[in-house]
């Protein structure tokens, strides 16, 4: 028999029994009413919204296990044991089952996620900053990793190299900029496309009408993704030279977004990423060999009325990036002079800054590159 009133006190009772794990037939008989009666005593009382959606999982998950896992799910992947600092639904799904032998479906997963962002108050500058101090306390070794366009070059004049054969009369001349603790190496990239991948995806049915048969269609999709691949397989050669370059192999690039990055860890490889938003990503540094003071090295390298310039052959690009060293060690050493002694003239040649600037350019390593010589 049902009763018919219940008290606020019974209900909120009713409810928080609920959301420790009763079951809802137990709570009915408990408090003489129906299971639809507790739907809306829940629905009415002011019940946290995660609360109610662990319970709703409880099913399937224990409440203290799922405690574990939204806490896990505020730490960063890499520090589980994954390749990529972003969790997502198939890298959720694998870790809860590997932990505690649970199976989960991908709509489960992407709750999970979104609940574990709610808990966390931190801001995400503080949260990253925590992060990259926690990976370093663990021994990994952070490396900042950069692409700057310098300029264009016609195909032609990198024919004679025999790197590949290219579709465009025009290249864009990218370097690249990866910055150890120790030791910053910098090399080349010439790309088709643009050498970062932040493009939404493609519309095939719009793209395809674009051309008037299906065998122009084809060929020009089939050429993007040919573009595309060599990028990547140029980026992943360049990743694997600082691989063996660098003595702690626990290696964390440390980036901004890029669709490539996707491509790269989907091969046999070693490679972890981790992607941080832009505007803190700018703000990082490698305090070892860049000094605490100065600007980052990135406002020393990139020029943007370079970007447009073109190259009439190889040398000239040799040429561009030692000059871009050349003023890039002394305007750093002079600047971190300057603020670290607070004062508004220093003299290049003084023996200090000769010391300073020195061992500056000895942390500037050259990969083994066909555009980058005599440097």
Not at 131 to 145: A, D, Q
Not at 163 to 168: A, G, S, V
Not at 267 to 290: G, S
Request: include cysteine.
């Amino acid at each position: 028999m049902c009763k018919t009133r219940h008290t606020d006190d019974e209900k909120r009772e009713c409810v928080n029994e609920y959301l420790n794990g009763k079951d809802k037939y137990y709570l009915a008989g408990k408090y003489s009413t129906s299971v639809r009666t507790i739907d809306r005593w829940i629905a009415k009382i002011n019940t946290n919204e995660i609360e109610l959606r662990k319970r709703k999982r409880y099913i399937c998950i224990g409440l203290n296990i799922q405690d574990e896992i939204l806490k896990s799910l505020n730490t960063n992947p890499i520090i589980k044991g994954f390749k990529i600092s972003q969790w997502n639904e198939a890298i959720t799904i694998k870790y809860i089952k590997d932990k505690y032998n649970i199976n989960i479906n991908r709509r489960m997963a992407k709750n999970l996620i979104e609940d574990s962002k709610k808990i966390n108050d931190i801001s995400y500058e503080d949260r990253v900053y925590n992060e990259i101090e926690e990976m370093e306390s663990l021994g990994y070794n952070i490396v900042l990793l950069d692409y700057i366009k310098i300029g264009r070059i016609a195909s032609r004049e990198v024919e004679c190299l025999e790197l590949r054969k290219y579709t465009e009369e025009k290249l864009d001349v990218n370097l690249v900029v990866i910055r150890a603790n120790n030791n910053m190496y910098l090399d080349i990239i010439l790309s088709e496309a643009k050498v970062v991948d932040k493009s939404p995806r493609v519309n095939i049915r719009e793209l395809s009408n674009k051309f008037k048969n299906n065998d122009e269609y084809e060929r020009i999709v089939n050429i993007r993704k040919q573009q595309r691949k060599d990028i990547v397989n140029d980026k992943y050669n360049i990743l694997d030279k600082v691989f063996k370059e660098e003595r702690n192999k626990k290696i964390v690039f440390t980036t901004k977004w890029d669709k490539d990055i996707k491509r790269i860890l989907g091969r046999k490889n070693n490679f972890k990423f981790y992607i941080i938003e832009d505007e803190v990503y700018n703000d990082l540094r490698q305090n070892i060999y860049k000094g605490e003071y100065g600007e980052n090295i990135i406002y020393y390298f990139y020029n943007e009325n370079n970007t447009g310039r073109i190259y009439k052959n190889i040398k000239e690009i040799s040429q561009t990036v030692k000059g871009k060293i050349k003023r890039y060690v002394l305007n750093s050493t002079m600047d971190n002079y300057k603020l670290e002694n607070g004062v508004n003239y220093v003299d290049e040649n003084d023996s200090n800054m000769q010391k300073n600037k020195d061992k500056l350019r000895k942390k500037i390593k050259i990969l083994k590159s066909y555009f980058i010589h005599n440097i």
